[in-house]
C-alpha cells in the first residue's frame, strides 16, 4: 500500500535527517521534493498546493531551525498535516433506534459497490445487526446474482425482485426489512462507466423518495485523480455522506485518499483492502499518515491480532512455553492465526521501519502453505515428537506433502532452534514478555521473505 509514495517521501526526509542544522533554504528544498513527490503519487494539484503552504509556514521558523532534532521536527509537522488533509476519523455508522437504518451505495460502473455491500453487510453484522441488502442494480446483468451469492456466504438475506424499476425494489426492500425484522438496509444501487443525467436521475429519485440516512460514495482509489473528480461530481449532484476506498491494498500512489476529503469536504468511512469479504476497515487517518510516511501502524496491527488470537490458544500456548512441551500442531496453530490477520507483506509493512523495505521485497505466502502442508502430513506422534522423524519418515512426509526432503529437513532445523530460543528464555519474564508470544516470532525460513 503507498509503497511508490513511501519510498520517495523516505529518501527526501533522510536527507534531511542528515542536516547538522537546517535552514531555510534546505526546508524549502526538501518541500519542493515532497511536492513533486505528491504530484507523481497523482494527489490533486490544488490539494499539494495548500499542503506544502501550510507545511512551509510552520517548517520555516524557530521552532524546527531549533530543535534538537529538526530533521524528526519536519517530519511531525508532514505527518500532522496528513493528517489534517485527510481530515478527522469519522467511522461511525448513526443507526436508528425505530425504523430500518437505510444505507445506499453510489458510484461509477466497475467501483466494486457490490462486493462492498456484502462487505459493509458483514461489518455490520459484527456490531450485533441483521442486515439485509437489496439488489437495485438492474442495468449489470451480474450484479443481482452477485448480490446472491455473497448473501448465500454471509448468510444475510438478499431482497431481488424481477422485471422491476430501482424505485420500487428499494422501497419493497425496506418493507420486507420492516416485517423481517431487519433493522439495516443497505442499496446496491446501478453505475454507469461515466456520470450521466439517466444515471443521476435514478439516484435522485431514490434519495427523494426514501431519505437514505447514509449516502456513501464508492469509489476505485487506484484511479486515482479520476476517483477524485468523480467524486467531486457525485457531491455536487447528489450529495453523500462519506466515501468507500476500494482496491487501496493495490494503490501504491494513494493520490485518491490523500485528496478526496480535501475536495469534497467528506470523510473516507472504510477502506477496502483485500478481496475476502472480511477486508473493509475503518479508515483512521492518523494512521495512514503513518503508513505513507514509513512509521508503520502499531494500533492496526495490535487490533488485526487481537481479532485473529484465540484467547483460549494463547492461555495455552503461554503455558507449553513454561513446560518446554511446545509441538509442531501448536506450531501450526499459531501460523494458521498468522495467516488470519492478512497478507504477510501487508503485516510486515505495519511494523514501524519496515516501510523502507517493503518496495521490492517478494514475500512468498506459498511458503506458509507449504509448512501446513509438511505438518498435516505428519503423524499425531510425529507433530508431538519431531525428533522421531528420520530418513524414511521425511520421505514420507515430503511425497505426502508434495514437497522436498529438504523442505522438510528445514522445517524440523527452524522448528529445533526455535524450541532452544525459547529455552534460553525460559524463567526470564522479562525476556518472554520482551519476545512476545511465538505468533510474533514465527520462523519463516530463508525462503518465505528474500
Same mark, same amino acid.
Given at each position: 500500500?503507498?509503497?511508490?509514495?513511501?519510498?520517495? $517521501?523516505?529518501?527526501?526526509?533522510?536527507?534531511?535527517?542528515?542536516?547538522?542544522?537546517?535552514?531555510?533554504?534546505?526546508?524549502?528544498?526538501?518541500?519542493?521534493?515532497?511536492?513533486?513527490?505528491?504530484?507523481?503519487?497523482?494527489?490533486?494539484?490544488?490539494?499539494?498546493?495548500?499542503?506544502?503552504?501550510?507545511?512551509?509556514?510552520?517548517?520555516?521558523?524557530?521552532?524546527?531551525?531549533?530543535?534538537?532534532?529538526?530533521? *524528526?521536527?519536519?517530519?511531525? &509537522?508532514?505527518?500532522?498535516?496528513?493528517?489534517?488533509?485527510?481530515?478527522?476519523?469519522?467511522?461511525?455508522?448513526? !443507526?436508528?433506534?425505530?425504523?430500518?437504518?437505510? &444505507?445506499?451505495?453510489?458510484?461509477?460502473?466497475?467501483?466494486?459497490?457490490?462486493?462492498?455491500?456484502?462487505?459493509?453487510?458483514?461489518?455490520?453484522?459484527?456490531?450485533?445487526?441483521?442486515?439485509?441488502?437489496?439488489?437495485?442494480?438492474? *442495468?449489470?446483468?451480474?450484479?443481482?446474482?452477485? $448480490?446472491?451469492?455473497?448473501?448465500?456466504?454471509?448468510?444475510?438475506?438478499?431482497?431481488?425482485?424481477?422485471?422491476?424499476?430501482?424505485?420500487?425494489?428499494?422501497?419493497?426492500?425496506?418493507?420486507?426489512?420492516?416485517?423481517?425484522?431487519?433493522?439495516?438496509?443497505?442499496?446496491?444501487?446501478?453505475?454507469?462507466?461515466?456520470?450521466?443525467?439517466?444515471?443521476?436521475?435514478?439516484?435522485?429519485?431514490?434519495?427523494?423518495?426514501?431519505?437514505?440516512?447514509? &449516502?456513501? !460514495?464508492?469509489?476505485?482509489?487506484?484511479?486515482? *485523480?479520476?476517483?477524485?473528480?468523480?467524486?467531486?461530481?457525485?457531491?455536487?449532484?447528489?450529495?453523500?455522506?462519506?466515501?468507500?476506498?476500494?482496491?487501496?491494498?493495490?494503490?501504491?500512489?494513494?493520490?485518491?485518499?490523500?485528496? &478526496?476529503?480535501?475536495?469534497?469536504?467528506?470523510?473516507?468511512? !472504510?477502506?477496502?483492502?483485500?478481496?475476502?469479504?472480511?477486508? $473493509?476497515?475503518? !479508515?483512521?487517518?492518523?494512521?495512514?499518515?503513518?503508513?505513507?510516511?514509513?512509521?508503520?501502524?502499531?494500533?492496526?496491527?495490535?487490533?488485526?491480532?487481537?481479532?485473529?488470537?484465540?484467547?483460549?490458544?494463547?492461555?495455552?500456548?503461554?503455558?507449553?512455553?513454561?513446560?518446554?512441551?511446545?509441538? $509442531?500442531?501448536?506450531?501450526?496453530?499459531?501460523l494458521q492465526q498468522i495467516k488470519k490477520?492478512?497478507?504477510?507483506?501487508?503485516?510486515?509493512?505495519?511494523?514501524?521501519?519496515?516501510?523502507?523495505?517493503?518496495?521490492?521485497?517478494?514475500?512468498?505466502?506459498?511458503?506458509?502453505?507449504?509448512?501446513?502442508?509438511?505438518?498435516?502430513?505428519?503423524?499425531?506422534?510425529?507433530?508431538?515428537t519431531p525428533d522421531m522423524v528420520n530418513?524414511?519418515?521425511?520421505?514420507?512426509?515430503?511425497?505426502?506433502?508434495?514437497?522436498?526432503?529438504?523442505?522438510?529437513?528445514?522445517?524440523?532445523?527452524?522448528?529445533?532452534?526455535m524450541k532452544r530460543l525459547i529455552k534460553?528464555?525460559?524463567?526470564?519474564?522479562?525476556?518472554?514478555?520482551?519476545?512476545?508470544?511465538?505468533?510474533?516470532?514465527?520462523?519463516?525460513?530463508?525462503?518465505?521473505?528474500?
Amino acid at each position: 500500500m503507498f509503497e511508490s509514495i513511501t519510498s520517495s $517521501l523516505e529518501g527526501i526526509f533522510s536527507k534531511l535527517r542528515g542536516k547538522g542544522r537546517l535552514t531555510d533554504a534546505n526546508i524549502k528544498d526538501g518541500l519542493h521534493e515532497v511536492r513533486l513527490a505528491l504530484l507523481e503519487a497523482d494527489v490533486n494539484y490544488k490539494v499539494v498546493k495548500e499542503f506544502i503552504q501550510h507545511v512551509t509556514e510552520r517548517a520555516i521558523g524557530e521552532e524546527v531551525i531549533k530543535s534538537i532534532t529538526p530533521g *524528526q521536527q519536519v517530519i511531525k &509537522i508532514v505527518h500532522d498535516e496528513l493528517v489534517n488533509l485527510m481530515g478527522e476519523s469519522d467511522t461511525s455508522i448513526p !443507526f436508528k433506534d425505530v425504523e430500518p437504518t437505510l &444505507i445506499m451505495l453510489v458510484g461509477l460502473q466497475g467501483s466494486g459497490k457490490t462486493t462492498t455491500a456484502g462487505k459493509l453487510a458483514r461489518l455490520i453484522l459484527t456490531k450485533g445487526k441483521k442486515p439485509l441488502m437489496a439488489a437495485a442494480d438492474i *442495468q449489470r446483468p451480474a450484479a443481482i446474482e452477485q $448480490l446472491k451469492v455473497l448473501g448465500q456466504q454471509l448468510n444475510i438475506p438478499v431482497y431481488t425482485e424481477s422485471d422491476s424499476q430501482p424505485l420500487k425494489i428499494c422501497k419493497n426492500a425496506v418493507r420486507y426489512a420492516i416485517e423481517n425484522a431487519n433493522d439495516v438496509v443497505i442499496f446496491d444501487t446501478a453505475g454507469r462507466l461515466h456520470i450521466d443525467d439517466e444515471l443521476m436521475a435514478e439516484l435522485k429519485e431514490i434519495k427523494e423518495k426514501l431519505s437514505p440516512h447514509q &449516502i456513501y !460514495f464508492v469509489c476505485d482509489s487506484m484511479t486515482g *485523480q479520476d476517483a477524485v473528480n468523480s467524486a467531486k461530481e457525485f457531491n455536487a449532484q447528489l450529495g453523500f455522506d462519506g466515501v468507500i476506498l476500494t482496491k487501496l491494498d493495490g494503490d501504491t500512489r494513494g493520490g485518491a485518499a490523500l485528496s &478526496i476529503r480535501a475536495v469534497t469536504g467528506k470523510p473516507i468511512k !472504510f477502506v477496502g483492502i483485500g478481496e475476502k469479504l472480511d477486508r $473493509l476497515e475503518e !479508515f483512521h487517518p492518523d494512521r495512514m499518515a503513518s503508513r505513507v510516511l514509513g512509521m508503520g501502524d502499531v494500533v492496526s496491527l495490535v487490533e488485526r491480532a487481537q481479532q485473529a488470537m484465540d484467547i483460549e490458544e494463547a492461555q495455552k500456548l503461554t503455558r507449553k512455553l513454561q513446560d518446554d512441551s511446545l509441538s $509442531l500442531d501448536d506450531f501450526l496453530t499459531q501460523l494458521q492465526q498468522i495467516k488470519k490477520m492478512g497478507p504477510l507483506k501487508e503485516v510486515l509493512g505495519m511494523i514501524p521501519g519496515m516501510g523502507n523495505k517493503m518496495d521490492g521485497l517478494n514475500v512468498d505466502e506459498n511458503q506458509l502453505v507449504k509448512v501446513e502442508a509438511i505438518i498435516k502430513s505428519m503423524t499425531t506422534e510425529e507433530r508431538k515428537t519431531p525428533d522421531m522423524v528420520n530418513g524414511s519418515r521425511r520421505n514420507r512426509i515430503a511425497c505426502g506433502s508434495g514437497t522436498t526432503i529438504q523442505d522438510v529437513n528445514q522445517l524440523l532445523k527452524q522448528f529445533r532452534s526455535m524450541k532452544r530460543l525459547i529455552k534460553h528464555f525460559k524463567g526470564n519474564e522479562k525476556g518472554l514478555k520482551k519476545m512476545g508470544l511465538f505468533s510474533g516470532k514465527l520462523p519463516f525460513g530463508k525462503g518465505m521473505v528474500r
